[in-house]
């Protein structure tokens, strides 16, 4: 069986998104399986959520590599992401976008589809991240 490939590209004629921790395509060859990791809050196991964004942020994807561990697969693996931030603004867009290239440093981010909600499940839930990968 051929190994499954993920191909993560940004096309000339539309703007460089990677700036801005995401990119346009990612191509997934037929032969892969799909594995849908559910909507990841900032909070481990005790389920207490910290006010800082950026803590949540960090621990959203963890809990996301996690998961994906849990398949045999990392944060390479992942085509695509919904990404949902209570009182979106510039400042948590910094630091989504300096999360990001901590973990794609090589800048060959999912697909990412972001969306500024009023409020999400949990009291105190500020940002929550679903996330498809390939294996």
Do not use: C
Not at 14 to 33: E, L, Q, T, W
């Amino acid at each position: 069986m051929e190994k499954p490939t993920l191909e993560i590209t940004n096309p000339a004629g539309i703007y460089d998104p990677r700036p801005h921790g995401y990119s346009h395509i990612a191509s997934v060859s037929a032969n892969s399986s799909l594995v849908f990791v559910a909507g990841q809050g900032g909070s481990r196991t005790d389920g207490v959520l910290n006010d800082d964004f950026r803590t949540q942020v960090s621990i959203v994807f963890e809990n996301i590599a996690l998961a994906l561990k849990s398949k045999k697969l990392t944060m390479a693996n992942i085509a695509k992401l919904t990404t949902l931030v209570v009182d979106y603004d510039e400042a948590k867009h910094e630091i989504l976008i300096e999360e990001s290239n901590k973990i794609w440093p090589d800048q060959k981010f999912p697909v990412n589809t972001l969306i500024p909600v009023q409020r999400l499940a949990l009291s105190g839930m500020l940002i929550e991240i679903d996330a498809t990968a390939i294996g």
